[in-house]
C-alpha cells in the first residue's frame, strides 16, 4: 500500500524549489529595496499603521490566511476525485500560482501607500473599476466572516475541550501586547513565557471542556463538560438546522470578531496572532514529523499507509456519492484556499502592508506565508489518506472532524495519546479560524474605507451621525458586516453558503491576479506579465465554469426544473443563487475588460495616461 509521507515529500519538493528559485526571482523583479519607506513608518499611527518585527508579522499573517478551507477542500476533494490529482493540484499550483498572488498583492500595496488592491487598480482603470473590486470584496468578506463562524461553531460543538482553549489564549494575547508594547518587556523571555501558556491551555482545555448547550457530536458522549446554558436550546435562531450548541456559538464568534477588529493592532491582532501562530506551526510541523517518524519507525498507533477507501484516482467524474462532479473545474474549485485564494490578497494588501518594517520581508511574509499553507493543505490530505472519509459529499460537517481524527492518529507516532492528538489538532483548526474572521471583519473596514474616502494614516469611530462615518467607523461598520452574515448563517443556507464562498474567493484571486498585471504594465512596458498574466487567465477561466455549473445546472435544471428544491424556501434560495452567481461573473468579465483594455493602451502607447485615475 501507498505510503503517506509521499504526500508530503512531493510538496517539499516543489515548495523547496519555488521559495529557493521562483520567490528570489520575483523579489528582483518587482525591485524590493530594504532602505525603502514603508507604509507602516510613513504612516505610522500606533492603530493601524504599525511596523512589526518580522516574526511577529509572519505569525499574524500566517494566522489570518489559513483557516478552515485549506483543511475542508483538500479532504472533500481527495475524497470525491482521488487523492493524486487533489496532491497535484497543490504540489503545483500552490508554488506558481498562489504564492505569486500574495506576493505580488503585497508587494503592490507597498508601492500603493499600503492601499487594498481595489484602490490599486482603480489608480489606473478608473473609479468605476476601483468601485466595482471593492464592493466585490466586501461582499466577499461578508461570506467570508459567516462561513468561518460557521466552522468554528462546528468544532466548539464537537470539541468543547477547544472552547476553554481558545478562550484562555485569547487572555493570555491581551497580556502579552501589554507586556511588549506598554511594559517593553524583552522579547524572546516573554515569548518563552507566554507561549508555554498557551500549550497549557490545551491541557486545561481538556480538563474543563465547556459548551453553551449539551453537545450534539458523538464523542462527547463521554466528557464531562461545563453546559453553561440549561434546556435544548430550541428557541436559538438556527438550532432546527445546526443544533443549539452550535448556533448558539455563532453570534458569539461574531460578536467577538467584531470587538477584535475594533481594537488598535497591538493589543490582540498582533500578538494574539504571533502566539497562536506556534501552535499552528507545532500541529502542522509536528504532523509533518510525526509522519515522518512514523513511516521509518513504525511508531504510529497503526500504519502511515493510505486507506483503501481513498483512491489514488476516482475519474474525471469522482465517486458516485458526490454526484455530478466533474475534475474540470470543480476540484481547483474545491481545493481553494489550499492553492490559491483570493482572501489572502485582501489580508496582504490589507492588514499585513501596513505593518511591514522592511519591503525585504515581503518575500518570507508574502510568499513564504502561502507555501505554509499548502503545508496545512497537505497535512488535511494525509489525515483524509490515514482515516479515510465515508462521505465525500457531506461537506464541511463531515471533513471537519476528520481533521482532528486522523491528526490525532498521525500524532501517536510522536508518542501522543490519540485523544489528546485530536484534542489538539481541533484546537489548530480553531486557531486558524478565529484569527481569520477578526481579520476579515477587520478588512471589510478597510474595503469601506477606501469606498467612501478615508485619508491613509486616519481612522474614524463612526460614533455620530455621519452616514459615511458610520459606513467606515471602527465601532459601527463591523455591525454592517455580521448582521447580514449571521443572517445568512442562521437560515439553514450553509451548503448554498460554502459553495458561494468559494466562487467568490476564487474570482477575487483572479481579479488580484489582474491588479497586478496592470500594475506591472502601467509601471514599465518592459516588464513581463507571464507571471501574473497567466494563472490570472486560468482562474478567470476555472471560476466562471464552476460558477456557470451552479447557477444553470444545479440550480435552473435541478433544482428547479426538476424540483430539486421542494418547498418555496428552497427554490427561492435557488434563485438567489442564480442571481448573485451571475452578478459575480459580471463583475469579473467586466474588470478583465477594463484590465486588458488598460493593458493594450499602454502597451501600445508607452507613457500616455491610460484612465482617468480614482478620486480617491
Known sequence: MTQVIWIIAAVLVTFTAGYVGYSRYLTQFVELDEEAETPAHKYEDGQEYVPSKKPVLLGHHYSSIAGGAPIVGPITAGAIWGWVPALLWIAIGNPLMGAVHDFVSLSGSLRHEGKSVGYIIGEYVGESGKNMLLWFAFLTIILVVAVFALVVGIVFNA????????????LLALAFGVYLYQFNGPFIPGTVVFVAGVFAAVWVGIQFPIAL???????????????????????VPGAGALGANTAAWIP???????????????????????????????????????????????????????????GAFEGFWGVDAAGYAPLFPLLFITIACGTISGFHSLVSSGTTAKQLDNETDARLIGYGGMLGEGLLAAVALSTLAVWGFADPAGGIGAALPNFASGGGLILTSLGVPETVGAVFMALVLCSFLLTSTDTAV????????????????????????????????RYTNPL???????????????????????????????LALLTATVWLANWDDNKQLVSTGVPMAIMVTITVLGLLILVFYENLYLNLLQGGAGSIEGQLSAGVQMILGLVLIGLALALVRLGYRNISRVRREPGAPAAEPSDD
Open 159 to 170: 470539541y468543547p475541550e477547544v472552547v476553554t482553549a481558545s478562550f484562555i489564549y485569547i
Open 442 to 473: 477587520r478588512l471589510g473596514r478597510y474595503m469601506m474605507e477606501e469606498i467612501v474616502g478615508t485619508p491613509a494614516g486616519r481612522t474614524d469611530t463612526g460614533l455620530n451621525a455621519d452616514p459615511a462615518s458610520i459606513a467606515r467607523g
Open 480 to 510: 454592517v458586516q455580521i448582521i447580514p452574515a449571521y443572517l445568512l448563517v442562521v437560515s439553514g443556507q450553509w451548503v448554498v453558503l460554502w459553495q458561494l464562498f468559494g466562487g467568490a474567493n476564487q474570482l477575487l484571486a483572479a
Open 213 to 235: 448547550f449539551q453537545p450534539t457530536a458523538e464523542r462527547t458522549a463521554d466528557l464531562s463538560v461545563i453546559v453553561l446554558l440549561g434546556g435544548e436550546g430550541s428557541w
Open 252 to 310: 458569539l464568534v461574531m460578536v467577538y470578531a467584531a470587538i477584535a477588529s475594533a481594537l488598535p493592532v497591538w493589543v490582540l491582532l498582533q500578538p494574539r496572532d504571533y502566539l497562536s501562530s506556534f501552535l499552528l506551526y507545532a500541529g502542522v510541523g509536528g504532523a509533518i514529523v510525526a509522519i515522518v517518524v512514523g513511516t521509518f519507525l513504525g511508531t504510529s498507533a497503526e500504519p502511515l499507509v493510505i486507506d483503501s477507501s481513498i
